[in-house]
């Protein structure tokens, strides 16, 4: 399988060149030639798989540099750290299918990927004799996701800013009491945005970036994508398992919009009908909904809600499907993403019909994700995390009554047990992993919101790249 930009500015490459390489060379973001497809035969086979089974039928039909036994071997390890055996367990409460996806060890869905790239990661660098030095900032949930994802690894040290005493408690007790000695976390006097905002002059000096072989753990890997398909089809094969209809509905909290990507490509490999309709649902960081409501993909100013994972504006995967819905015409990409930055909106409302085929969408507020965390725990007795409600809610307002949905669920409600117990009156039960996590030993260097400061305290921690 090769793969190219969504700019078309780069020769076509290999899947293992596109997850080291991340971002494109020209700027876009890398994509699978084409999409393979899964017949209904292939579909009906997969039925008594594994998970880790299910994740090597899928992914080795986009990755062909990598010997099938070695890549059975990386997913087994990846999905050995789940608490469950399921990986991704569905729960059924009245009309709503409940897809978890936080039994990973940080207890949020980003697990599902970052295990599996942490180990890719080791196994390439391993097979080129090289190095990489990962530097990320964090508003929470990818920072602690990434350091387990590497934590122990040789040849990769990873190097995470948090915002001081911005992030929550179990947040930074998940990053900082992580050991290992190739883990550094930075907590920087400042908010999110100045992390990120260094962590974005860091990658622009290129040759710092080059010495130090600086690498990426956001959203645009495709590796991360492609892990995410997984679950949608595993998730496909259980429900139709339970019903007379093979056909799905998907609610999908939002914000990056790499998720709800992966279920966008898992729809186009399964026979068509399969997953019916994709829901999008964001807090009132609303540029994804307006999009497909209206056309309108424009910033706005940065909301703070009680779904902090999903606080953002421009939505790094949204390209990916812009290539897409340009009909795999990179130039008008281009021309697009170019147009976006440098007036922070584009205008697609031409493009109306076939986005709302592709996608449904909504808005769910503060007050709507406290209501139906207390009306989901009345009604069933299950409690939901405030990202996992966002879903949750959209699928009430938009589902239809002949198609089963299916709501992910996207951290484990004692994430964000503040939040829940606003709502319900009642603390959510504590798991095994963060039991005794705040007498736990931590480390982290706190620093000023100083560019040069951290760009030395990397250069001095970093690994080696000539030796
Ligand atoms: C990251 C995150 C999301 C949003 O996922 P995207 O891929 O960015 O759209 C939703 N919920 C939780 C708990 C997250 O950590």
Not at 1 to 8: A, E, K, N, V
Not at 79 to 98: K, M, R
Request: aromatic share 8%.
């Amino acid at each position: 399988m090769q793969y190219l930009s969504t700019r078309g500015g780069i020769p076509p490459i290999s899947f293992t060149q596109a997850v080291m390489m991340g971002l494109a060379e020209d700027g876009g973001l890398l994509l699978p030639r084409t999409i393979p497809r899964i017949g209904c035969e292939t579909l009906l086979s997969w039925q008594e798989l594994s998970y880790p089974e299910l994740a090597f039928e899928i992914m080795s039909r986009f990755i062909d540099d990598i010997p099938g036994s070695d890549l059975r071997e990386l997913i087994n390890k990846s999905y050995a750290t789940f608490s469950s055996d399921e990986v991704t367990p569905l729960v059924h409460h009245g009309d709503y299918h409940i897809l978890e996806l936080f039994h990973g060890p940080t207890l949020a869905f980003k697990d599902v990927a970052l295990q599996f790239l942490g180990n890719l990661f080791e196994y390439l660098l391993k097979a080129d004799n090289s190095i990489l030095n990962i530097i990320g900032a964090t508003s929470g949930d990818t920072g602690s996701a990434a350091i387990y994802g590497v934590r122990g690894k040789e040849r990769i040290n990873i190097f995470i800013l948090h915002p001081h005493k911005r992030v929550s408690e179990v947040q930074e007790r998940q990053m900082t009491t992580v050991l290992d000695d190739n883990v550094f976390n930075i907590a920087i006097e400042g908010s999110f945005d100045d992390g990120q905002s260094i962590v974005k002059r860091i990658f622009n000096d290129i040759s710092f970036k080059n010495k130090y072989r600086l690498g990426s753990i956001n959203s645009i890997n495709w590796a991360r994508v492609l892990a995410q398909v997984v679950y949608y089809v595993h998730s496909c094969i259980h429900v139709a398992k339970h019903e007379k209809d093979s056909t799905v509905d998907f609610a999908i909290p939002t914000g990056n919009f790499g998720d709800i990507f992966a279920g966008y490509i898992a729809k186009k490999m399964l026979p068509p009908g399969t997953i019916r309709q994709l829901i999008l649902a964001t807090n009132s960081n609303d540029i994804l909904s307006r999009f497909i409501n209206n056309g309108d993909y424009s910033l706005s100013d940065l909301k703070i809600t009680s779904s902090p994972s999903m606080d953002i504006q421009a939505a790094s995967n949204f390209e990916r499907y812009l290539y897409y819905l340009m009909d795999s015409d990179s130039a008008k990409t281009k021309k697009l993403m170019e147009e976006f930055a440098a007036n922070g909106k584009i205008d697609l409302s031409d493009s109306q019909d076939q986005i709302k085929r592709d996608f449904a969408a909504t808005t769910v507020s503060d007050a709507e994700v406290a209501e139906t965390i207390s009306s989901f725990y009345k009604e069933f007795d299950y409690i939901l995390d405030p990202h996992t409600a966002i879903g949750v809610k959209a699928a009430m307002d938009l589902k239809t009554a002949s198609v089963p949905i299916i709501c992910l669920a996207t951290a484990h409600p004692a994430k964000f047990g503040d939040v829940v117990k606003d709502a319900i009156n009642t603390s959510p039960d504590i798991p095994e992993s963060l039991h005794g996590i705040e007498t736990k030993e931590t480390r982290c260097k706190l620093m000023a919101a100083d560019k040069n400061a951290i760009q030395a305290f990397v250069a001095e921690h970093s690994l080696d790249a000539s030796s």
